[in-house]
Nanobody
């Protein structure tokens, strides 16, 4: 069982930056691939970024490439989402998720565990 708790969301002006954090409670954190998803009001949840086990491969949605960086610290059981150049369309609840799967990281059905989400609001 993995518990995930996101933090770091808030209100920021367009062009600003935020760093989201996700704390995982598990003794096997390094064995999980980690992903970030987001859901805007009235829209389906969408993939943002993922990072493989042991800090391996990363994958980003086209809409965030060049503006968002995912990273992990296995010693602290943490995964981060550094966001810059934020746009109003980035406004959403951001969710952290964990999976043991080696594939399909862009699909939310691949993930076994989810956090409760943290709100990011970007004002124009």
């Amino acid at each position: 069982q993995v518990q995930l708790v996101e933090s770091g969301g808030g209100l920021v002006q367009a062009g600003g930056s935020l760093r989201l954090s996700c704390a995982a409670t598990t003794q096997a954190f390094s064995s999980y691939a980690m992903g970030w998803f987001r859901q805007a009001p009235g829209k389906e949840r969408e993939f943002v970024a993922a990072i493989g086990r042991y800090g391996g491969n990363t994958n980003y949605a086209d809409s965030v490439k060049g503006r968002i960086t995912i990273s992990r610290d296995d010693a602290r059981n943490m995964v981060y989402l550094q966001m810059s150049g934020l746009k109003p369309e980035d406004t959403a609840v951001y969710y952290c998720a964990a999976t043991t799967s080696l594939f399909g990281w862009t699909f939310d059905g691949t993930y076994d565990y989810w956090g409760q989400g943290t709100q990011v609001t970007v004002s124009s």
